[in-house]
């Protein structure tokens, strides 16, 4: 195609992209709040990703002798962990993929894991790994996370992946990252030259984000090219404050209940909740809430995720991509 129609058409895309998101009815992954902001449904947009994958394996397997295959390692009975694995199998199963998980006990030595990674790394049969994290305090996660094999590292926590995506060349992203650009991109928020706001540094999340959030497009992984401002524990609460004042989209992944707050939002920028945390109400029930209070940001926000049922359901989509990648990788 001509390079300017085809410039013509990215710039329509784009329009209907920004006109269908004002009214709340991109793609049917967005809900009108009764405040102003729309409530990005995460739950639709893992279905989306989902059913589009489906559609993928499903041709691929008319090429190749089996199914991709994922293995999930989960140590100990830690009630989340089990439940977060339980959804992993589920969607590989609703996508086509193979799946099982590897239970292990609490008292398992670190060099035992260990031993049982290379196990799965050295079959033939397994495309991707994942190592459900915390492990018990007794075994270091570094050294389980460098045990997977870099290419059957579906989750993307090992160092050569993590090297890999600092310097723009291909790997496996961690799949919640992945995650948060996912529902950026699908609700049509525009990132190119915009200021986002990442609070977190983990080396799993906020880091590996706040690189993509700021590179360019240029390999296989999904730059976004926006100004990134990366904040954390010890950034002074009236600079976090001004900071989120000045932000385009707001992320969230600190483990601290209700951070962010409505007054420290832009009018109409978006904001992502990558907290999971679980509180004890007055009533004496347990409540899984984010780091963003929900309820002040709907009224500032243009966009905003909820906990339950914003990044948490696309992370686990995202394994199941990461797994499919891992698999075409594995027969090319
Ligand atoms: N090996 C890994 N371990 C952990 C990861 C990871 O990506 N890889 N991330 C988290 C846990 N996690 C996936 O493993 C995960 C967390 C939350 C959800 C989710 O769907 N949450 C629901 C609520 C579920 C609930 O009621 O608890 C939601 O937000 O709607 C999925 C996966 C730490 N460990």
């Given at each position: 195609m001509h390079y300017k129609k085809l410039l013509n058409r990215i710039y329509y895309f784009k329009k209907c992209v920004r006109k269908s998101s004002r009214q709340c009815l991109?793609?049917?992954v967005l809900i009108q709040s009764e405040s102003k902001g729309c409530i990005i449904n995460g739950k639709r947009i893992a279905e989306e990703i989902q059913n589009e994958l489906k559609c993928s394996i499903t041709e691929w397997l008319t090429k190749h002798p089996r199914k991709p295959s994922l293995v999930a390692v989960l140590v100990g009975e830690d009630p989340a962990s089990v439940k977060y694995v339980e959804k992993k199998m589920e969607a590989a199963q609703s996508v086509g993929i193979d799946s099982r998980t590897e239970n292990l006990p609490n008292t398992i030595t670190e060099s035992q894991l260990i031993g049982k990674i290379n196990e799965l790394n050295n079959?033939?049969?397994?495309?991707g790994i994942l190592v459900q994290l915390?492990?018990?305090?007794?075994?270091?996660e570094r050294n389980i996370c460098n045990a997977v094999d870099p290419l059957k590292d579906v989750d993307g926590f090992h160092f050569s992946n993590a090297g890999k995506l600092c310097l723009n060349m291909n790997a496996f992203v961690p799949c919640t990252v992945l995650a948060v650009i996912e529902l950026i991109k699908r609700t049509g928020v525009e990132t190119f030259g915009k200021h986002v706001v990442v609070c977190g540094r983990s080396k799993n999340i906020g880091l590996p984000l706040s690189i993509l959030l700021h590179s360019?497009?240029?390999?296989?992984l999904p730059g976004l090219e926006a100004t990134v401002t990366l904040c954390h524990r010890n950034t002074p609460p009236e600079q976090l404050e001004m900071f989120t004042k000045m932000a385009d989209i707001v992320i969230s992944a600190t483990?601290?209940?209700?951070?962010?707050?409505?007054?420290?939002i832009k009018e109409g920028a978006c904001v992502i909740d990558v907290g999971i945390n679980r509180i004890q109400t007055p009533e004496g029930k347990v409540k899984l809430v984010g780091d963003v209070d929900f309820d002040s940001v709907v009224k500032v926000a243009k966009h905003v995720t909820p906990v339950?049922?914003?990044?948490g359901p696309v992370t686990v989509a995202m394994l199941m991509k990461n797994t499919y990648l891992a698999a075409i990788n594995h027969f090319r």
């Open positions: 991109f793609h049917n079959d033939p049969a397994v495309d915390p492990v018990p305090k007794h075994i270091s360019d497009a240029r390999n296989e483990g601290v209940v209700h951070l962010i707050k409505g007054h420290m339950p049922g914003g990044v």
